[in-house]
């Protein structure tokens, strides 16, 4: 296996007990060579893995971040991100506090909290973007790209398609709010919002019944009843036959209606605007600082570039061409899986009646209904059916970018 790989990233020293990365295509692949990337390798660790390279600044120019991951291990709780950092990084110390000046790529945990993540470091702080990012949540490799341009504007792809886009400004609080609410505005007292309004010139008919209960008409007072001792009498009450109800008046269109008052707005005096915005003047150092419950996640394709369309370009000749036949494989790879899976509980299910049949004393099969052993079978099956996955789909890339 080349351990070249070793020689351009540095694994920080700074945790006892980091995670190791190796290099690996994993269990489905276009190219078994060219699809290897860094593979997270131990469950429940964090991982800390850095490459440095000549420092640049992004200053009216375009910065495009761009890789490729797979959670090959169908991630629960885990980052699948990277961090650009500047020049003054220790890589040897490097940890989840260490000052970074980019963080983008997906992070997931649970099902329903799956997101991209886009933060940016700007004046002492770190800004999440305000817009959430949906991200796939499978096992193929996907490739993620972050643009940000000289005009304040940036764009967010997932597999070379556009999933956000906007202005640095607005998705993110690096600055107070161009307009604040007029805090001397008041909504008038006479300012009527009510879309409708009970009919003032509807009125409750003369002989509408809205008594629930009556007096029995029919009962009488008791003979002996003594009004100085026992009070007043009062007959039972009955349900009243006539009875409509609790009366309304209709409900009209308010003919004064003038809407939902809205809260005047001015310029905010604090805000001042910043050309700067994003403007990184020593990037140097491209890495991996993560943690990952479940491991087995691929990095690969890292590319740094001002220039949108080669990484559209470079995207589609790495991720772009490895990407069906990588499905297909999977699919094939979970096929073999199921089956294994179903031949094991059918031969489990099959010992468990063999040793019910011993507890009652019944005689088992023949010799012969235990010569040929399942493993045997699937395990031919399967090898046949990789090498004829191999020639079919066999692709060549003309060139592997380095890691």
């Known amino acids: 296996m080349d351990d070249g790989w070793k020689n351009r990233w540095v694994k920080s020293k700074h945790g006892p007990d980091y995670g190791k990365f190796r290099l690996s295509a994993g269990k489905f692949y276009g190219d078994k060579e060219k699809d290897k990337g860094l593979q997270t390798s131990e469950d429940g660790k964090f991982y800390a893995l850095s490459t440095r390279f000549k420092p640049f600044s992004n200053t009216n120019e375009t910065l495009v971040i761009q890789f490729s991951v797979k959670h090959e291990q169908g991630i629960d709780c885990g980052g699948g991100y990277v961090k650009l950092f500047p020049d003054t990084l220790n890589q040897e110390a ?11 790529g997906p992070d997931i945990c649970g099902f329903r909290n799956n997101k991209v993540q886009v933060i940016f470091h700007y004046q002492g702080k770190y800004h999440e973007n305000n817009k959430t990012i949906k991200c796939p949540i499978n096992k193929d490799t996907h490739l993620y790209t972050l643009i940000i341009r000289p005009n304040a504007t940036y764009e967010v792809k997932i597999d070379n398609q556009q999933v ?20 001397y505005a008041r909504k008038p007292r006479k300012w009527d919002e009510r879309l ?16 629930e209960y009556i007096p029995d008409p029919a009962a009488e007072k008791p003979d002996d009843w003594n009004e100085a001792m026992d009070g007043e009498w009062e007959g039972p009450l009955i349900p009243n036959p006539k009875y409509q109800g609790q009366w309304k008046p209709r409900i009209i269109d308010n003919p004064n209606y003038q809407g939902e008052w809205i809260h005047p707005e001015i310029d905010n005096p604090k805000y001042k605007p910043d050309p700067t915005i994003c403007h990184y003047y020593n990037i140097s150092v491209l890495g991996l600082d993560l943690w990952q419950v479940k491991s087995g996640s691929i990095f690969d394709n890292f590319l740094l570039t001002n220039d949108e369309e080669f990484a559209e370009e470079v995207g589609n ?28 509980a059918h031969k489990k299910k099959e010992e468990e009646e063999e040793e019910e049949e011993d507890i009652w004393g019944i005689e088992g099969g023949s010799e012969e209904d235990g010569a040929e052993e399942p493993g045997n079978g699937r395990q031919t099956k399967e090898d046949d059916a990789e090498r004829a996955f191999r020639v079919k789909n066999e692709v060549h890339v003309d060139q592997k970018d380095e890691l």
């Open 94 to 104: 490097m940890h989840s506090e260490s000052k970074y000046y980019i963080m983008f």
């Open 196 to 211: 409708q309004i009970e009919d003032p010139e509807d009125k409750k008919p003369k002989d509408w019944e809205d008594s």
């Open 164 to 183: 956000a886009a906007g202005g640095l400004e607005e998705d993110w609080a690096f600055l107070p709010p161009r307009k604040i609410k007029d805090p």
């Open 317 to 344: 000749k790495t991720w772009g061409i490895r990407k069906d036949i990588e499905k297909q494989w999977r699919e094939l790879f979970e096929e073999m899986e199921k089956r294994k899976q179903e031949e094991e």
